[in-house]
């Protein structure tokens, strides 16, 4: 068994992600890891280092803070998407199921039965993915929060730490009056990217005024 310990300065940190599977939010559980920049003209072995694999919710703030002083010791109130743009994101997951199941029912139909009940799965994942996307600008924080297969991310990045940011649209949102909100940070010596999905384009607009 190999034991691998990490020590990190905190100038080098971008962002804290407190991540939870669908099993952990149920029994109130989550995992902080940290996103750190590599030293100049140095390779890192881990790309997410994990600061706790598991602790209460209730406890994971305050710990962090103890350790990164501007995580806030509470994560606020988020702003979270309308009801009305789940159907975007419930779409694109029904979507990708409905070419399986087609491809699977051109193959054998049996199969194509089979895979019927991947279509209540992506909607659920769609729904989940909605759900779970929100946002929080403070005074040194932008806190973004995704769903993505059953787990929920809630990413505290430092403002001075964002490398870039962008607002994304393509033809038919630009009728709907939508965006996507991109940001870019360091991760080792490369970029992470992370996105708020099907906001407003006034949303999206207010974002990128107040990063500027």
């Known amino acids: 068994m190999t034991k691998r310990s990490f020590s990190v300065k905190q100038q080098r940190v971008q962002a804290v992600v407190f991540k939870q599977s669908i099993i952990r939010q ?23 280092i994990t600061l706790v694999p598991v602790i209460k919710n209730d406890q994971a703030n305050l710990m962090t803070h103890r350790f990164i002083d501007w995580i806030p010791k509470d994560i606020p109130l988020l702003t979270r998407l309308p009801h009305s743009h789940y159907w975007y994101y419930i779409r694109n997951a029904s979507i990708i199921s409905l070419i399986i199941i087609a491809g699977c029912t ?24 909605a759900k779970n996307n929100g946002y929080y600008i403070g005074d040194q924080q932008l806190i973004i929060s995704n769903g993505h297969l059953l787990t929920r991310s809630v990413s505290i990045i430092e403002t001075k730490n964002i490398q870039s940011f962008e607002i ?9 009056g939508l965006a996507h909100f991109v940001i870019h940070i360091r991760s080792k ?22 990063l500027s």
């Open 168 to 176: 994304n649209q393509s033809i038919w949102m630009t009728r709907s």
């Open 26 to 48: 149920l029994f109130k559980l989550t995992t902080v890891q940290t996103i750190v920049a590599s030293n100049a003209g140095k390779q890192e072995d881990e790309d997410d």
């Open 106 to 129: 051109g193959l054998f139909k049996l199969w194509g039965l089979i895979s019927l009940i991947l279509l209540p799965l992506a909607i659920w994942l769609g729904w989940y993915a």
């Open 189 to 210: 010596n490369g970029d992470k990217e992370l996105s708020l999905r099907y906001l407003t384009k006034t949303e999206a607009d207010n974002l990128f005024n107040w």
